[in-house]
Structure formats: structure tokens, C-alpha cells
């Protein structure tokens, strides 16, 4: 069963997490629904769902600490879940921090963004590369090595030229909530496998999940045979190439908030 370690006390240190799954954002109600915080969104709902909640630390980001069973090895795993305070454009001060309080490995360092270069409603997973340019993964960059495992939610690219900036710091609207949704509790279980056995638990289950997408497109399509229409199922979301550091519109992200004062 699902649990959350007690309260940290203001701070007390737990002196190793097996893994640290972070979730880019910036904080305050202003940003909680916009585009730009759907790593956020991830770590809230799995924090939710293990009954864990987010606390302050000494560092610069919040933190729930969770405790995952995995039901092959049958080991209990206590995983940190953080959310930078620094606002997007400083995510990797956060991460180093939470490197140094939990002692953890890169390969064991989770990043959850949005991606303009994903449509909305899709999530991608690998390790390494580039910024793509978003700020937050930049500045990651530039305190964490490359290597590290990420997963990606997609919220499209639906703005002019020169609009990025608006677009990720708007919320999303109402007619997106179905994608967004669907895209969300995907993350959330990739996360969760992420937090029971590491990266490769994580890549096996999205392999998984997209045959499964394969399969059921595959079936419809066979279902609409009649109409004389091709098979197209192979074109799905889920066979698209990884093209995590181009950005669809070809602009840098920069949606970076900077803290009052």
C-alpha cells in the first residue's frame, strides 16, 4: 500500500532517498493551472494519492516525502517528490540542493516538465539531451549532469509567433481539460514506476502502454473498415520520433518568472 514518511519537521534530514522526482513549476496561486506547471500538477497528484503533502525545508523547494513498495522486489523505497521556490528560470538551484540533502544518484533524479514541442495530451520519456529550450531545463543543465531520466507532458504549441511567453503562463482552458487529464494520469503513473525501480521501470511501462495505444487504434481502425478509410494506426502520438530538443515553434522559452523584489 501507498504511504507518506511522517512530516520532516520543518527540515529534518532523511539522510538518503532512493530517488528525487522533481517537478518544474513556479510557485503561487498565479502560476498553479498554467501550462507551465504541469510538472508541478505530476507531483501533486501522486502526492495526493499516497497521502503525503508538501512541506517546507532549509533549501529552496517544497517537499513530500513518500514511501513505495515495489511489488517485484517487495523493498520498501522512501522517494522525495520537490518543487522548486525559485522560480523556473533557477530549477537547478533547487536540484542541487535536493542532490546534496537526499544523497542521491543523477540516474535516480526524475525532471517533470511541459514541452510546447509535444501536443497537448501526449507525454514522452527518455534520459539526456538538450534544453529544448525550456529555462527550466536549462538551468538544470547547468547544476545537474545531462544524463538524467525526464518525462515530458505535452501542452502544445497553439500560439502566434512571438507568443510563447503568454502561452505557457496562461492556464489551460476548459475544451483542453479532457487531453490535459488524460495526459496527467499517464504522467502520474510513469512517475509512480519511476519511484518503485528507476528509469528503465519507467521506460518499460511507457513502452508498454504504447503498444497498448497501437493496439486499440489498430481496432478502431478495423472497426471503420466499411468506410473505406486507411490504416493509419501506426501514426499515432505514441510511434512519433523523440524530438525533445527541438521546439515546435522554434522560439527559446522565455516564460522564466523572476521573484518579487
Do not use: W
Amino acid at each position: 500500500m501507498p504511504s507518506s514518511v511522517p512530516p520532516n519537521g520543518g527540515g529534518a534530514r532523511i539522510l538518503c532517498a532512493a530517488r528525487i522526482l522533481c517537478g518544474l513549476g513556479n510557485p503561487g496561486a498565479t502560476y498553479r493551472n498554467t501550462r507551465h506547471n504541469a510538472g508541478y500538477m505530476v507531483v501533486d497528484r501522486l502526492a495526493a494519492r499516497f497521502g503525503a503533502e508538501f512541506g517546507a525545508t532549509p533549501d529552496d523547494y517544497l517537499a513530500a516525502e513518500i514511501e513505495i513498495r515495489d511489488e517485484a522486489s517487495g523493498e520498501e523505497t522512501v522517494c522525495a517528490l520537490i518543487k522548486p521556490l525559485t522560480y523556473m528560470n533557477r530549477s537547478g538551484i533547487a536540484a542541487f540542493q535536493a542532490f546534496e540533502r537526499y544523497d542521491a544518484d543523477v540516474p535516480d533524479f526524475l525532471a517533470i516538465y511541459d514541452d510546447t514541442a509535444l501536443p497537448l495530451g501526449t507525454v514522452r520519456t527518455k534520459s539526456g539531451g538538450g534544453d529544448g529550450g525550456h529555462n527550466g531545463v536549462k538551468s538544470l543543465l547547468e547544476r545537474v549532469d545531462r544524463a538524467f531520466p525526464r518525462l515530458r507532458v505535452g501542452v502544445g504549441d497553439d500560439f502566434p509567433k512571438g507568443g510563447l511567453v503568454d502561452y505557457v503562463l496562461d492556464e489551460f482552458d476548459d475544451e483542453e481539460a479532457p487531453d490535459l487529464e488524460r495526459a496527467l494520469e499517464r504522467a502520474e503513473r510513469l512517475a509512480e514506476a519511476f519511484a518503485q525501480g528507476g528509469a528503465k521501470r519507467m521506460f518499460d511501462l511507457n513502452a508498454r502502454l504504447a503498444q497498448e495505444d497501437k493496439a486499440r487504434e489498430k481496432e478502431n481502425a478495423s472497426d471503420e473498415g466499411s468506410s473505406g478509410e486507411e490504416d493509419r494506426s501506426d501514426e499515432g502520438s505514441s510511434g512519433e520520433e523523440d524530438r525533445s530538443d527541438e521546439g515546435s515553434s522554434g522560439e527559446e522559452d522565455r516564460s522564466d518568472v523572476e521573484a518579487p523584489g
